[in-house]
């Protein structure tokens, strides 16, 4: 099994900081890439930032400039640094693990999401 979970959301006033983490651990034999995805009401998950093990991150042009993720490969966890935020960042924000178990194929993996309230 693989598990991912998420911690850090909360609700903050627009223009403040917060700060996700994600941890994953299980019978992970290889992390091809994390990253982060919300998910508003009524609205589709949408992709936030994701970092491919090895790569650069990618960014939604909504966040950049924004949000930092970053990675500790070490500890198999990703993060999600939010600065300058707005109320429309409102959402349940999932964190996201593409990666390969011990004698299986690639999957995604998905964590049980954590809400992030901006209010204005």
């Known amino acids: 099994q693989v598990q991912v979970v998420e911690s850090g959301g909360g609700l903050v006033q627009a223009g403040g900081s917060l700060r996700l983490s994600c941890a994953a651990s299980?019978?992970?034999?290889?992390?091809?890439?994390m990253g982060w995805y919300r998910q508003a009401p009524g609205k589709q998950r949408e992709l936030v930032a994701t970092i491919p093990s090895g790569g650069s991150a990618n960014y939604a042009d909504s966040v950049k400039g924004r949000f930092t993720i970053s990675r500790d490969g070490a500890k198999n966890m990703v993060y999600l640094s939010m600065n300058s935020l707005k109320p429309e960042d409102t959402a349940v924000y999932y964190c996201h693990l593409r990666g390969t178990r011990w004698g299986g194929s690639e999957s995604d993996y998905w964590g049980q999401g954590t809400q992030v309230t901006v209010s204005s």
């Open positions: 299980g019978l992970i034999a290889r992390i091809n890439a």
